[in-house]
């Protein structure tokens, strides 16, 4: 029934059950009145791993949202594919497509205007860790892009994040068994040069997001710390500041506050979440850590930002986390809800989008 809603204001908080029969991607609203309601549970159309831990997919990015709020996009690790949907104004779901991510295992997506990208971990040995892009037609179809399907620095990369920045002219991606970024130029037509690698500032790198065109901000999950960089017009990396570390353990995730001067690192394997203060040259240091729950008995994973709030997926309990970013990025955990029909292990993924008010 609640398809048929016109909802007036809010925020949808959208998530995937990485289920191995049947992929789905969980639907909550969070209205202005801090209540949470589960919307519904749409099939993608694809199969997860079913992997019934924290972190099952070892990635950032596994969905997400157009750059208007129009569509979501969605990987299948357990069948090779990606599945578009439409948003409706009200934030509930419309499937538009389901097609194959040329490559094996997809884990990372990130788009820009009708551009959606994909990094494929491979299997290890036959098939090797790659890139692929899709053209998204106005009704969310997606047609392979000529020439954009680009191996990574090796067969076993172990891509665990993708990232294009705001001009749409660069693309990095983290490869967590080589310990190197790999950057792409993205050709007007969406085909891809590249790569050019350069050696993460520290062992592990994972999660990551662009500031600006040119500075990107990258976890490392073996040092357990941030590090920034310039991503210069050739491709290669300049560091700003190197592995700032903030002394928890498996720092993975990573999310920015709209207005680009903190970023927030899930740390899963000590329950917290991590506040970085980020000067307008990319400079970053540690400025606060809270626990993600009241207990700090979660495993805090994926996250994400709208408006005032920072949502944290908690990957042992299937719960959300929710943040009010507060001055100086401080954080005051606002609430945990709980009721989200995810699993409590073996979920992935989160994706914010903000309503509009019609009022």
């Known amino acids: 029934m609640y398809d048929t809603i016109d909802y007036r204001h809010g925020y949808m908080i959208y998530s995937t059950s990485n289920a191995a ?9 969070h209205d202005s009145g801090d209540n949470f309601t589960f919307i519904k549970a749409y099939k993608t159309g694809g199969k997860g791993t079913g992997t019934k831990t924290v972190d099952p997919l070892g990635s950032q990015g596994s969905i997400i949202l157009s750059d208007d709020g129009h569509f979501l996009f969605v990987v299948n690790a357990g069948s090779n594919s990606i599945t578009s949907f439409k948003i409706t104004d009200s934030g509930t779901l419309i499937l ?13 997506l990130t788009t820009h205007r009708n551009f959606l990208y994909v990094a494929n971990a491979g299997n290890g040995s036959s098939i090797g860790s790659n890139i692929t892009g899709f053209q998204v037609d106005e009704n969310g179809r997606l047609t392979e892009i000529i020439d ?29 068994n080589t310990n190197l970024i790999s950057v792409f130029t993205v050709q007007p037509d969406g ?31 073996g040092t357990n710390a941030l590090s920034s960089y310039i991503v210069n017009h050739n491709g290669t990396l300049s560091v700003i500041s190197s592995s700032v570390l903030n002394f928890q353990a498996a720092t993975c995730w990573v999310a920015i506050s709209e207005d680009g001067r903190f970023a927030y690192t899930s740390n899963a394997g000590t329950h917290t979440i991590t506040t970085y203060e980020v000067e307008y040259d990319g ?18 994973i994926d996250s994400g930002v709208c408006t005032n709030y920072l949502y944290v997926l908690n990957g042992n309990e299937g719960s959300i986390s929710v943040f009010i970013t507060g001055r100086e990025g401080k954080l005051i955990r606002k609430q945990v809800f709980s009721n989200t029909q995810l699993p409590n292990l073996g979920s992935q993924g989160l994706a914010i989008l903000c309503l509009p008010n019609r009022n």
Not at 160 to 169: A, D, E, F, H, R
């Open 283 to 300: 400079h970053v240091s540690v400025s606060n850590i809270i626990y993600s729950t009241k207990d700090g008995s979660n495993a805090p």
């Open 21 to 29: 029969d049947y992929n789905e991607v969980v639907a909550i609203r």
């Open 148 to 176: 954009s399907t680009k191996s990574l620095s090796s067969k076993n990369a172990r891509p665990t994040c993708i990232v294009i920045n705001y001009n749409g002219k660069k693309i990095a991606v983290s490869e967590l």
């Open 96 to 108: 538009a497509d389901v097609k194959q991510s040329d490559g094996f295992f997809p884990k990372s």
């Open 191 to 221: 085909s891809l040069t590249g790569p050019i690698v350069s050696n993460s500032s520290g062992s592990g790198p994972f999660g990551s997001v662009f500031l600006t065109n040119e500075i990107l901000l990258v976890t490392e999950a």
